[in-house]
């Protein structure tokens, strides 16, 4: 019997292949051994050595199954908190864009209402510069009408009537004021 055909034999008995190839490394295939032989050599390694050798396989075992769940536990918290990290600046960017936009719209406005208050100052110049003419050709009107009316006065008042004079000088006073 072969190295082979002996691994296949413990193999079909349950042995892992690594555990038979430890067992089987110590016998010499050259001499081509039968399955006695074979089976006499592993017996030793078949016995307590094995069972410690699987004990420590479980015990590995066990040891990277739990490290597997902590690292697909972690690898699951961190996708949570990457998605709500995604999730938070989603929504923020929403805010700020929302906040642009009413900043923006408002800005318009402002600047609509710049533009008729700035429209409506200088119409309200032009009128007030007018209104200033008026004013002034009013005035030099008014002027020109007291003028008139005390060179007038003065010539009534050189009459001799003192009742007219008196109605007149009371009149002149009244219009200025």
Do not use: C
Not at 88 to 104: G, P, V
């Amino acid at each position: 019997m072969n190295k082979s055909q002996a691994i296949k034999l413990l193999e079909g008995e349950g042995w892992t292949t690594a555990d038979a190839k430890r067992a089987l490394d110590k016998i010499d295939f050259n001499i081509n051994p039968d399955e006695i032989t074979i089976r006499r050599a592993i017996s030793h390694f078949a016995g307590s050595e094995l069972i410690n050798r699987q004990r420590l396989q479980a015990a590995q075992k066990g040891l990277v199954t739990k490290k597997t769940n902590e690292l697909e536990r972690k690898e699951r918290e961190y996708a949570a908190k990457i998605d709500r990290l995604i999730n938070y600046q989603r929504e923020e960017k929403d805010k700020r864009e929302a906040e642009i936009q009413s900043l923006y719209s408002k800005s318009n406005l402002v600047e609509d209402r710049l533009k008729a208050t700035t429209s409506q100052n200088k119409d309200l110049i032009v009128v007030n510069e007018q209104l200033m003419k008026d004013n002034k050709t009013l005035k030099n009107l008014i002027d020109e009408i007291r003028l008139k009316l005390a060179i007038n006065t003065k010539k009534i008042l050189q009459y001799e009537d003192s009742e007219i004079r008196k109605a007149v000088i009371h009149l002149f006073k009244s219009t200025l004021g």
